[in-house]
């Protein structure tokens, strides 16, 4: 089977919004490169420095609607992305096994791990799911997911009843199952993340504590924990939905939030919320709020 192949230039400081949302629109890998032939010279330890003009790439599947995937740019964007927008079609590879000899085991936290397929973890009191990168929408690689994850292993559910809003992969449902959840709730827009929710409960052995459901079908209920990973603009668009869904003195964790959108996602909460830790990877922020009871 071909593949699709979509490259989006944009300025360096959207870059990392356009990465996320690759990944969100189920691209198997997103890459970040020059657009400008702008020299680079040797970053600092611990810098990760873009180009000013920044060309993200990601690879979809070659049945792939290149309408929908464009017009989600659109909309996600905020602008007609067709002048910085190019597709191209390339031959079959092996894409997903290169793609997962690329990773081992990740951790997060003291407890939890995400395990390949093929590897192996023999750790003491490890908390693994079994997900393979690059094969679904959220798998631990991006530091959104990973701010999650790590939040979790830090504030098991236990006993919980959890809600996964925007699920993807279905990993934080999961990782909150694992760690002791009651019970949880997985809804996503997505048909295909859907699919993909219900196949890694299964393979992860959760599915009888777990609901997946397409948003369209979707009866809004309350959680003791809502997890939210999307976009800032989303979770700002849909904030009294999302906010409903958290049972007073319930907690809700959001994220896929650049820095300077932090402020603007808090005072969309406000009414409501407290916030009671914020937490930064590059430059991704988590946000943990409280509902006032």
Request: net charge negative; aromatic share 6%; hydrophobic share 45%.
């Amino acid at each position: 089977m071909p593949w699709l192949q979509f490259h989006l230039t944009v300025d360096k400081s959207r870059a990392p919004l356009v990465e996320l949302l690759f990944e969100n629109l189920g691209a198997v890998a997103v890459t970040l490169g020059d657009a400008a032939d702008e020299p680079m010279l040797e970053p600092a330890p611990g810098e990760t420095p873009l180009w000013q003009a920044t060309r993200v790439s990601g690879l979809f599947a070659g049945d792939s609607d290149r309408d929908a995937l464009h017009g989600a740019l659109n909309r996600a964007l905020s602008t007609d992305v067709s002048r910085n927008l190019s597709i191209e079609t390339i031959a079959d590879q092996d894409w997903e096994r290169a793609w997962l000899d690329r990773f081992r085991p990740m951790r997060f936290g003291e407890n939890l791990w995400i395990r390949p397929s093929g590897h192996t973890v023999d750790i003491d009191n490890a908390v693994i799911i079994d997900l393979d990168p690059g094969l679904a929408f959220g798998t631990g690689t991006h530091p959104t997911t990973a701010l999650c994850l790590a939040w979790l292993d830090r504030h098991p559910p236990q006993a919980k009843r959890v809600i996964d809003f925007g699920c993807g992969s279905g990993v934080l449902a999961i990782a909150a199952l694992k760690l002791g959840a009651a019970d949880a709730l997985a809804v996503d827009h997505d048909p295909q993340a859907v699919l993909a929710t219900r196949d890694n409960a299964q393979r992860n052995r959760v599915d009888d504590r777990l609901t997946v459901v397409h948003s369209d079908e979707f009866a809004p209920q309350q959680a003791d924990l809502v997890v939210a990973n999307i976009l800032a603009n989303i979770l700002i668009e849909l904030a009294p939905r999302i906010g409903a869904l958290v049972a007073p003195g319930g907690n809700l964790v959001m994220s896929g939030i650049l820095d300077e959108q932090a402020d603007d996602v808090v005072a969309a909460y406000a009414d409501r919320f407290d916030i009671a830790a914020r937490e930064q990877s590059e430059e991704w922020v988590l946000l943990h709020a409280r509902r006032r009871a």
